[in-house]
């Protein structure tokens, strides 16, 4: 396994209710014994990791003047799983500056929140003169051994799958990351289920020659790290 960041809580807790998409209610354990508002950063439903009753891990907010005083950074289902979406920039550069880690071994240049047109993209790596735009996506979900995205609907999501599909049909090169924090998936697929538009749209990327590289991270002791890459899911699995 490669150590990609640190990423150590600074207390536990156990999770209460969830008030709205961002918005939850945990009660802290010590030193900070109490109920207390927590921050979710990230927008999917999370119903597997962040319900009642499951053990969370929390950060204190870095913000004093914040309306809640601390973030979720990991949910438990049989392991920890990062449900910060915030940690995703950090890890996904991480891996890029990491000619061992990057899926495009060692690049020359990286450039972060790129704009194309009305799209901004996560990043564009460099090599040789050659350009490659790359979108990362966060995935948390697994059923039966195959990692899903999304969890809830993404219009968002789908937009920028169009814009790397116009990328690549204008000769350049166009990458989706996946960094999924379910370290029992086999491969991943997208939930057709959930969002069938943008399913639709991901295996029209695949077929325009956008690559795709499901990264499988692990989250322990603090640390997180890159255990190798899972392939897209074959079509037999698709029907399932």
């Known amino acids: 396994m490669i150590p990609l960041i640190e990423l150590r809580a600074d207390a536990e807790g156990i999770f209460i209710e969830r008030i709205n998409k961002f918005l939850g209610v945990a009660r802290i354990n010590r030193p900070y014994a109490g109920i207390h508002h927590v921050h979710i950063h990230d927008p999917g439903r999370l119903n597997d990791i962040i319900t009642e009753g499951r053990k969370i891990l929390l950060k204190k907010a870095v913000n004093k003047n914040r309306k809640t005083g601390w973030d979720v950074i990991a949910g438990w289902n049989k392991y920890w799983i990062p449900v910060h979406s915030g940690y995703h920039r950090r890890i996904s550069e991480e891996i890029l500056r990491n000619e061992k880690a990057s899926p495009f071994g060692r690049v020359d240049e990286i450039k972060a929140e790129v704009r194309y047109e009305d799209s901004r993209l996560d990043f564009l790596v460099i090599k040789g003169g050659d350009k490659t735009w790359v979108e990362v996506k966060g995935c948390t979900l697994e059923s039966e051994g195959i990692a899903l995205f999304p969890d809830a609907p993404t ?61 499988r991270l692990i989250y322990e002791k603090g640390i997180v790290y890159l255990n190798g890459e899972m392939p897209v899911c074959s079509e037999k699995a698709r029907n399932l």
């Open 155 to 215: 219009k968002r999501g789908r937009k920028h799958l169009e814009t790397l599909i116009e990328l690549r049909k204008k000769g350049y090169g166009a990458a989706i990351i996946l960094l999924v924090f379910r370290r029992e998936a086999k491969c991943f697929m997208p939930n057709e289920g959930v969002d069938s538009k943008f399913a639709e749209t991901f295996y029209d990327a695949m077929d325009a020659a956008v690559s795709i590289h499901a990264l």
